[in-house]
């Protein structure tokens, strides 16, 4: 079920009106949470319902014997077998039809041709994110960070949760379990500051990221395209899937709020960075904090060198952008992300980079030219469409609808950049507390604009395809 769709608001409806009649029952709550929660991941396919319930049980099974168990060997298997289960079928879904076409053509390069069925597997909606998420639990209960869960219904509650269930944020075991097992007080400003997030959630969406969509379609996707569309066209992309995401986020974040739950933030202003490590540590916060805790800390962190620290942010940064999706685009866009956040480590840690600071406007110009890169490996269809957009924005002429094209960006662009400036000086727990006439006069605007441009755009998120 999609967020920006008729039969997402009127199950919100519905669900919303049975979980005020059972307010006074927390067992109650569990069971209409994880009974809405298989409706509206059903309601894409049903069929794989039973693919999210066998791999969540399988956790759960493992997360008990690892909590029963003081052997460190037996722990240790079990673990495993939670890994293995959640990364082989994870492996399966996104890349097997990618590693096996790769492998073909790497050999037809090579004179060897291989003839077999093409592996037409249809991708499981958010199996990238609910498959982090329960790994991450039995990770944490191993780690002793968490309890096991007991309680069958909560856990499965807790594991589909539907507002984050298909894109997050990922949450973690230890913040967002003991939430399911504490009394869930559903105040007035939780519900003011989840309707003020639902609302801002759509805005970024439905008015923002769904009007800029076309225009970076047409700048990918013109053969006509000059090298000044294609930088518009890449501006525009890294506004519409901060807007496409954030929307989702945020959206996620106030239905939670709504029913008495705190989820992540999972932005915070990134086009404000001024350098490459602070865009990670705003941009998706819970991505990047999984892969922090879980690949980058294991492999050796900063701990073994320079040398060392380099590598294992590029391979932190290259499994991410895998993560993304089984295309080569998406591990290129990981190296720049990698290779960028490596060099500055090593930049600030120099005798030279501790003497000479950057101007911040010159750090910002900079920060956006890296993630405009990298936004640019990230859309393309392939490398190759890649690369020759790159040699095109040097060599090819703008056309004459160039100006016409730039002057439609502007105003998506100017958009997300009062959003983040916006919410950097009023951020929605702050909103939350304005008196009622305040608060309904700005929510009024957002609400006018969502409604005129409500289905104008085909509903999806862009997140939902990783």
């Known amino acids: 079920m999609i967020f920006n769709s008729n039969a997402f ?162 949450e973690r075991a230890s913040f967002l379990l003991p939430q399911f097992r504490q009394p869930r007080e559903v105040t007035q400003a939780r519900i003011a500051q989840g309707i003020w997030l639902i609302l801002w959630g759509f805005f970024l969406k439905v008015v923002i990221a769904d009007s800029l969509a076309p225009l970076v379609d047409l700048a990918f996707g013109s053969r006509s395209a000059g090298g000044s569309v294609i930088l518009w066209g890449t501006l525009a992309f890294g506004g519409q899937i901060y807007g496409d995401f954030a929307g989702y986020s945020a959206i996620a974040r106030g239905v939670a709020n709504t029913m008495g739950f705190e989820l992540s933030p999972n932005f915070a202003q990134p086009y404000l960075a001024q350098n490459i490590q602070e865009f990670w540590r705003r941009w998706h916060q819970s991505l990047s904090t999984w892969f922090r805790d879980y690949v980058y800390v294991p492999l050796g962190g900063d701990r073994k060198g320079s040398a060392r620290t380099f590598f294992n942010i590029t391979a932190t940064f290259v499994l991410a952008g895998l993560w993304h999706g089984a295309n080569w685009t998406f591990l290129l866009w990981g190296l720049c992300h990698g290779v960028a956040l490596g060099v500055f480590r090593l930049w600030r840690s120099s005798s030279l980079g501790q003497r000479l600071l950057i101007p911040k406007p010159v750090g910002w110009l900079l920060t956006l030219a890296v993630v405009s890169l990298g936004w640019l490996f990230f859309r393309a269809s392939s490398i190759g469409q890649a690369f020759e957009l790159i040699q095109a924005i040097g060599n090819k002429p703008a056309p004459a609808w160039a100006a016409t094209y730039g002057m439609a960006v502007v105003p998506g662009l100017a958009a997300i950049g009062f959003s983040d400036l916006f919410h950097r000086r009023f951020p929605p727990e702050l909103i939350a507390g304005w008196h009622w006439p305040r608060r309904a006069a700005i929510q009024g605007v957002l609400l006018i604009a969502i409604i005129v441009q409500w289905g104008k755009a085909p509903p999806g998120f862009l997140y939902f395809q990783f």
């Open 9 to 170: 608001l009127a199950f919100l409806a519905v669900v919303s009106l049975l979980y005020g009649l059972v307010r006074h029952r927390a067992s109650h709550r569990d069971w209409l949470i994880l009974v809405a929660s298989l409706v509206f991941y059903g309601w894409w396919d049903w069929r794989f319902l039973g693919l999210l319930m066998l791999t969540g049980g399988v956790d759960f099974w493992c997360a008990q014997r690892i909590s029963l168990h003081t052997d460190p060997g037996l722990r240790r298997r079990w673990l495993w077998l939670s890994v293995v289960s959640n990364l082989g079928t994870l492996g399966f879904f996104k890349y097997a039809g990618f590693f096996v076409d790769s492998a073909a053509a790497a050999l037809g390069h090579l004179g060897l041709s291989i003839a077999g069925p093409a592996l037409n597997i249809v991708l499981p909606a958010g199996i990238s994110f609910y498959t982090f998420q329960a790994l991450s639990y039995t990770v944490d209960v191993y780690r002793g960070q968490v309890g096991a869960e007991r309680n069958p219904v909560r856990y499965f509650a807790f594991l589909t949760f539907f507002p984050q269930l298909v894109a997050g944020p990922i």
